[in-house]
């Protein structure tokens, strides 16, 4: 089956611009999805196809997909940024959510 | 406002049944595709089933398939999973998500199951 791997966490400093990426066999190929989930809550989409954003998520939120790795950015860093983020893709049928990503803001 | 709300969880015995109910406001429910989604404590996410906004398709996880039914009233407004021979395993936070494309745009805010003896 279709595995998707992110870094366990990524830290960043408030102001500054965190990168997340989320690693599959040829993932450029496919529509990838990335959602915010903060503690307690249900998760959020805040990229759609690679590099979309949803009606109501700031600029600050970026997406790219090429080759092997997509890529989440997080520019200019807030403290309402920490949560874990997750990539999603459908494959063979079936959804697969990435491992996920907790992003700390120092 | 848009809204999913879940309902039906709760505790049961290793091999016992549960059947779990998402009641959506707010938008036209008939033209989403509707997915469950699960989150065992502490863990990651992982999507669970998938309906077609008609329900004529209809896509399981390995982990669930023959003991998962994925189903949907649209005249009611509302998506279901019936859950049978359920696993210590199956212990989750269970969220129900529209998908307007292949993105799971609306989300609701999840029901508990445990599965305990």
């Not at chain 1, 066999?25 to 959602?35: A, C, D, E, L, P």
């Not at chain 2, 065992?40 to 399981?60: C, M, Q, S, T």
């Amino acid at each position: 089956s279709y595995e998707l791997t992110q870094p366990l966490s990524v830290s960043v400093a408030l102001g500054q611009t965190a990168r997340i990426t989320c690693g599959g066999n040829n993932i450029g190929s496919k529509n990838v999805h990335w959602y915010q989930q903060k503690a307690g809550q249900a998760p959020v989409l805040v990229i759609y196809r690679d590099s979309s954003r949803p009606s109501g998520i700031p600029e600050r939120f970026s997406g790219s997909n090429s080759g092997n790795t997509a890529t989440l950015t997080i520019s200019r860093a807030q403290a309402g940024d920490e949560a874990d983020y997750y990539c999603q893709v459908w494959d063979s049928s079936a959804y697969v959510f990435g491992t996920g990503t907790k992003v700390t803001v120092l | 406002q848009v809204q999913l709300v879940e309902s039906g969880g709760g505790v049961v015995q290793p091999g016992g049944s549960l059947r779990l109910s998402c009641a959506a406001s707010g938008f036209t429910f008939s033209t989403y595709g509707m997915d469950w989604v699960r989150q065992a404590p502490g863990k990651g996410l992982e999507w669970v089933a998938f309906i077609r906004y008609d329900g004529n398709d209809k896509h399981y996880a390995d982990s669930v398939k023959g003991r998962f039914t994925i189903s949907r009233d649209n005249s009611k407004n509302t998506l279901y999973l019936q859950m049978n021979s359920l696993r210590l395993e199956d212990t989750a936070v269970y969220y129900c998500a529209a998908a307007a494309t292949d993105a799971f745009d609306i989300w609701g805010q999840g029901t508990m199951v445990t599965v305990s003896s």
